[in-house]
Structure formats: structure tokens, C-alpha cells
């Protein structure tokens, strides 16, 4: 079985964004990067379906975006996959979720992927696009937003996770594309022998001209922060003064607090 | 512009969240038409036209017989656009109608600014403005985002889609239920929420002793309750449970969009972040600008003196 897992490095979203000289993304520098958490989930998955089957199925792990991204295919291979491809593009944030999906299409399409794994969406961009535009470009069948994977028999027993708490549960065959929901595993760290390890294996590089086939469908014009619709009260300071005027302002404005 | 409004469907009926579709075409000013793979006694109460196929025949959700369907009325109607929810049903479809009709897909639409629309993206954080280079588009609009206001009414002229059986690699086996509610929040007057800004699986007791002193539930965002620090039952958003308590406590919550459309509709919200910026202002009537840590066990002190 040949397994290919998609991820993506982006910034640690707690940070504050500033709009980069393009004006249609966010400045890069002072930015702590990792992998898209979702994506670890689908590390994670790629690397327990090779354990469970002795260890036979080769995970390949690609990335496309600037030299940075080596870390978190880095990362990938410290948790068990094989081998990593990086696609290296300077200009990832120009192309949209059509051309990312058509860049990694157009990579897997000759070399037989049996399984694709990807998060279900990228905590930056957020489309929830590139995985099942991958799946519908490549002809494979293709289940989003897992909580729940199981394999045997060629057959895939997923569950998604749909609103409210309740889930769906849905069998496919392969060749398949599943895009993994948070908690749908256990994400591991990697070990210092596994990073050690990883060191030695394979990390190929193409430049994204290589896959590069398709024009945008569409194109960011403005990344900004949004309008502050504002009205709420500021309190900022020292804590036992803030704590006063809380409890003035719940006592005032709020039956609960008397 | 023609608009097709792919409506959502579940257990037998329709969700109400299909109604939003049609604000966000009278947003856009675009002519409607709905689509719906249900059954006729769920058909949406709208003065238009609506494509229905019998989700007997077809199941409640098949994406690829779903997809031909959505297809067959949009070829019909020569739609211009086709609008999804952003939820598990819309961001699972859309790219796949998307793909096939050669369309632009635009996620998580928030508004229409002068015709242009509006995305969210960085958790919240930020927001895109798209322009469109294909002739046809497909849309997911946020939940929420496009209010429909008052009762729907309206008698829906139906048009029967009826393609022979679809091919499909998939297979839909059933729904699996919510655990029954250990806590029930909708019905709690106050809740007091951890977010991962409390920092460890211990923190949670003096968010839990903040909830007590003010007689509320305690509740929790996402990745607190991924992390094992707050059972499931607790979780509030768009995957845990809606509330609307008097008063909602945010103790260390950035204010995802799936958390706050889970208890924006709370009459009072206090936000406590050392972030000002956090999404979380954006709803919260007080925002408190301190690390959780130090600012509630000091509330929690001050209550119950």
C-alpha cells in the first residue's frame, strides 16, 4: 500500500497578524511556524495504519511553500513517515485552494497512491477545499472530517463528524482522500531517536514549476483585520481594581450577579 | 445572477440553517432557486422554485449522488452561483460541485462588500477579500453570518429530480448519536468557559470555582475538551452545544468561529484574554484584559466574600 499525507505549516494562531508589502497576506517575520494541527492528525493516522499492517505501507509526506516548510516535513518523518517531498514555492499564499489541490494532483498521479490523508482544513486559509478537490481531480472516493478510521479489506469504515454531536458513519474503497478532524487521534511526539533517525531519510525537493498546470479560480484582493464592531468595555490594569469594576458593571447590567 | 441554494437535510427533516441561503441571495441580489435532496413534507417554505429529489431514493448524504443531483439542477437552471453552508454537509459537497463545473470556491463567506465577497480566515482572526476569475462560482457561507429574519413562508413550486441510480464508491452506513448530556447548558442561566488559555488540565478547577460562585454550568471550548481537560459533555460551539445563558464567561477562549456560534447569543458575555485582539471582543459586552490565572481566582475571592 502506497500512502501519501498532505500537510501544510502555518503560524501559531495565537500570534497578531500583520499584513505583508503584497497587501493579500500576512507578513511573515516574528511568526513562530508549525505543522497545521490538523495535519498532524493526519501524520498520525498514515503512521498507526503502517504499524497496524506490519510495518508494510510506505507514507510519503509533502509540503509545498518556502524553505521553512522543511521543518514540519521534518517533524512528519520524526513521527514514522518514509519519505518527504517538498515542493518548494516562494509564492504559496498567491495561488488558490484550485491550484494547491492541482499542484499535489499532479504530483500523485502517476505514482499509484492507494490512501491520501490530510487535515480537514488549514488553520490559515481555513477553505476546507484542497483534500476533496485533490480526491475529485485524481477520481479517487473521498470522506471529510473524520473523528473515527478503521481499514480492512480494502475498505475504509470512517466517521465524520456532522453538527451537535452527532456522526455519520460511512464505508469507501480505495483509492480514497480522507481529511482528519481534531480528536480524531492521538498526535505523537516525536522521540529523540525517531529524530534522529528521521535525519537519514529522504527529502526531495521540486520547484513547484514542475506541477504547476492551472491558472487561479480566484485571488485574494485584501487581507485585513476585521472591523471592530466594538461597544464592549475595555477593562485593563490592575487585577483587584478590574475585579471591582466587573462586579459594578455584572450588578448594574446583569440580573445573575446581585 | 442566478443563485441555486443547496439546502441541508438530516434524520427527516430540513435544517433550519437552509433559510440563511436565501438572506444571503437577497444580500446578493441574486434571483433563487433552491435545491433540496429530502422529502416533500420537508420542503423548505419559500415562493420559488425547489428542486427536490426523494433522499428515500438517493440518502440523506451520498456525496457523489448528491453532487449529480446538485449538478442537474444547477445545469438546468443555468445557475451562476451555488450556495452552500459552511457546514459538514456544504464544505464536504461544494468542492466537489466546485471542481466540476469548472467554478471558483469561496469559503466561510462572512458579507458581500459592493458586490465582493468577504472570507474569514486565521481562526477569526482576519479576513479576505476574494475576486473571482471563472465565469460560474460556488459559495459556503458561515453559519450564522447571514441572518434570515422573521418566519419563513411561502408555498415552494416543486420540480421532481429523478436521475437512474448513481454510482458511488461510498457507502453510507448510519448516524451515531450525541452521548446522552451529562450537563445540559442550554438551561443554565450562567456558564462560566475554559479555553486553552487556562493552560493545563489543572487550571480548569478555578474556572470550575468561578462557575460555582456565580451558580452557573461550567462549559468549555474545543481544544479543551480534545485535550481530555473538560469532558465532551461540557463543550460548547458548533460541535458541542448552543446556549444562551444571562451571562457567559470566557476565561481564556480567542473566540473560533465555531465557539462563538455556539454563545453569541448569550444576553451578557465577559471575555477574559491577555489579548486584546482575540475574536472574542468581537462578541464579549466586557472585554478583560489579563491572564485567566491570576484575574479569576481573584472574581471567584471577591464573589464569595
Redesign the interface.
Known amino acids: 500500500m502506497k500512502i501519501l499525507v498532505c500537510i501544510k505549516q502555518v ?1 501559531d ?2 500570534s ?2 500583520k499584513v505583508n508589502n503584497s497587501g ?1 497576506w ?1 507578513e511573515e517575520t516574528d511568526l513562530a511556524f508549525r505543522m497545521n494541527e490538523y495535519d498532524e492528525y493526519a501524520v498520525e493516522q498514515a503512521v498507526q495504519l503502517k504499524e497496524q499492517s506490519g510495518n508494510a505501507p510506505d507514507v510519503t509526506v509533502l509540503s509545498i511553500g518556502p524553505g521553512r516548510v522543511v521543518e514540519a516535513l521534518k517533524k512528519a518523518l520524526a513521527m514514522g513517515c518514509d519519505r518527504a517531498v517538498h515542493i518548494q514555492d516562494d509564492e504559496y499564499y498567491l495561488k ?3 491550484q494547491i489541490a492541482s499542484i499535489i494532483a499532479a504530483y500523485a498521479k502517476d505514482l499509484n497512491f492507494d490512501l491520501i490523508f490530510t487535515g ?2 488549514s ?7 484542497v483534500g ?2 485533490v480526491a ?2 485524481l477520481g479517487f ?5 473524520l473523528v473515527g478510521f478503521a481499514y480492512g479489506g480494502n475498505v475504509i ?1 470512517a ?15 480505495l483509492p ?1 482522500v480522507v481529511t482528519c478532524q ?2 480524531l487521534n492521538t498526535p505523537r511526539y516525536p522521540t529523540l531517536p525517531n529524530i534522529m533517525k528521521a535525519k537519514k531519510k529522504e527529502m526531495l525537493t521540486h520547484p513547484v514549476a514542475d506541477f504547476l498546470k492551472e ?12 472591523a ?2 466594538g ?6 490594569g490592575d ?2 481594581d ?3 469594576r ?2 459594578e ?2 450588578k448594574e ?5 446581585r | 445572477m442566478k443563485a441555486l441554494l443547496v439546502s441541508e437535510y438530516r434524520e427527516g427533516k430540513l435544517l433550519d440553517a437552509s433559510y440563511e441561503l436565501l438572506a444571503f441571495a437577497d444580500k446578493l441580489g441574486a434571483e433563487k432557486t433552491m435545491v433540496l435532496i429530502g422529502s416533500e413534507a420537508a420542503a423548505p417554505r419559500f415562493n420559488g422554485k425547489v428542486y427536490l429529489a426523494d433522499a428515500a431514493k438517493y440518502g440523506e448524504y451520498n456525496p457523489d449522488v448528491h453532487k449529480k443531483i446538485v449538478l442537474e439542477a444547477a445545469q438546468r437552471e443555468n445557475s451562476d452561483c451555488v450556495v452552500f453552508l459552511h457546514s459538514s454537509y456544504g464544505w464536504d459537497l461544494a468542492p466537489r460541485v466546485a471542481t466540476a463545473l469548472k467554478a471558483a470556491q469561496i469559503s466561510e463567506v462572512v458579507s458581500i462588500v459592493d458586490g465582493k465577497f468577504e472570507a474569514t480566515c486565521c481562526n477569526g482572526k482576519m479576513r479576505r477579500m476574494v475576486s473571482l476569475k471563472t465565469v460560474k462560482t460556488v459559495v459556503t457561507i458561515q453559519a450564522g453570518a447571514f441572518s434570515f429574519s422573521g418566519e419563513p413562508q411561502g408555498t415552494p413550486h416543486l420540480e421532481r429530480l429523478d436521475p437512474a441510480e448513481i454510482a458511488s464508491c461510498l457507502e453510507f452506513v448510519g448516524y451515531e448519536a450525541a452521548e446522552a448530556k451529562a450537563v445540559d447548558l442550554t438551561r443554565a442561566e450562567v456558564i462560566v468557559s475554559a479555553g486553552r488559555g487556562v493552560g493545563k488540565k489543572d487550571n480548569v478547577q478555578a474556572i470550575a470555582a468561578l462557575a460555582k460562585a456565580l451558580g452557573g454550568e461550567l462549559g468549555a471550548s474545543r481544544p479543551v475538551v480534545d485535550a481530555g481537560w473538560v469532558d465532551h459533555s461540557h463543550q460548547v460551539g458548533t460541535t458541542g452545544q448552543t446556549v444562551s445563558p444571562k451571562l457567559y464567561v470566557a476565561c481564556g477562549i480567542s473566540g473560533a468561529i465555531q465557539h462563538l456560534a455556539g454563545m453569541k447569543k448569550s444576553d451578557f458575555v465577559v471575555a477574559i484574554n491577555k489579548d486584546k485582539h482575540a475574536p472574542i471582543g468581537e462578541v464579549a459586552d466586557v472585554l478583560v484584559v489579563a491572564d485567566v490565572l491570576q484575574f479569576v481566582p481573584a472574581l471567584t475571592a471577591r464573589l464569595l466574600k
Not at chain 1, 141 to 145: N, R, V
Not at chain 1, 160 to 167: D, P, S
Not at chain 1, 231 to 236: D, Q
Not at chain 1, 253 to 257: H, I, L, T
Open positions: 503560524p494562531m495565537e497578531r497578524f493579500v500576512y488558490d485552494s484550485w480537514m482544513q488553520q490559515d486559509r481555513g477553505s476546507a477545499q476533496v478537490t475529485e481531480l472516493s473521498c470522506a471529510t472530517t469504515t466517521k465524520r463528524e456532522l453538527e451537535g454531536g452527532l456522526k455519520s458513519v460511512i464505508k469507501l474503497r480514497a481534531l480528536g491558472g487561479a479560480h480566484s485571488a485574494t484582493e485584501r487581507f485585513y483585520l476585521p471592530k464592531k461597544g464592549g468595555i475595555l477593562l485593563e487585577v483587584n478590574m475585579v471591582d466587573l462586579v458593571i455584572l447590567k446583569n440580573a445573575v450577579v
